[in-house]
């Protein structure tokens, strides 16, 4: 079974026999949250309607060597899908949030990592939330799993819990080598970047 992570807790990545693993899947997902009011109005109350926010989330992820990103194409997003040596992909951008299980995806694959690179953060902004008013208050159900992809199966899940009120970025996690072993560690911070740029300034 997958375990669930607290906020702050690191583990090692490993597949359920053991051994290290090497080929990753990092799923993260939200829902937007119901917005207060006479749900959906008339067409609400006939069709079982709920007005949600209609919040565009971005996922990404960064690449970096001695915690630092060296490079723009260290950046994976919607507009940079692959890293350079295919190490690391992101599999396509959802515009909603709507559905079950996973938004986005991302695909790690630790053994083919060029040296150097010591970690992966994985960021979720809300695009162009400033201009449009939104923030991660107005998300529920928002988490971060990693899977063996090998087997597709969870080997971890952190369910971000807290109140976000007025942030609109979140740095969900990490995968990082410490002794020569690839663990996980469940971030959970919220920031108020409010584009992908800012928040890769961050780990620049």
Request: proline share 0%.
């Amino acid at each position: 079974m997958a375990v669930n992570l607290q906020k702050g807790q690191k583990v090692d990545l490993r597949k359920a026999d053991g051994s290290a693993l090497r080929h990753v899947m990092v799923g993260l997902g939200w829902d937007e949250a119901e917005k207060s009011g006479n749900n959906g109005g008339i067409l609400g109350a006939i069709f079982g309607g709920k007005k949600t926010h209609n919040i565009d989330c971005d996922a990404s992820a960064f690449l970096c060597m001695n915690g630092k990103i060296t490079g723009n194409d260290d950046i994976i997003y919607f507009g940079n899908l692959e890293h350079s040596s295919g190490a690391v992909r992101h599999m396509g951008d959802n515009l909603t949030g709507e559905g079950e299980g996973d938004d986005e995806q991302i695909y790690v694959d630790l053994e083919d990592l060029p040296a150097g690179y010591d970690r992966v953060i994985f960021t979720v902004n809300i695009y162009k939330a400033k201009e449009r008013g939104q923030h991660f208050g107005m998300i529920r159900n928002a988490f971060i799993r990693i899977c063996d992809n090998d087997t597709h199966q969870e080997l971890c899940r952190y369910n971000l819990s807290e109140n976000y009120d007025g942030m609109t970025a979140m740095i969900f996690g990490e995968i990082y080598l410490r002794n020569g072993q690839w663990r996980f560690n469940a971030t959970g911070q919220a920031t108020k970047d409010n584009n992908i740029s800012e928040l890769a300034r961050r780990f620049m």
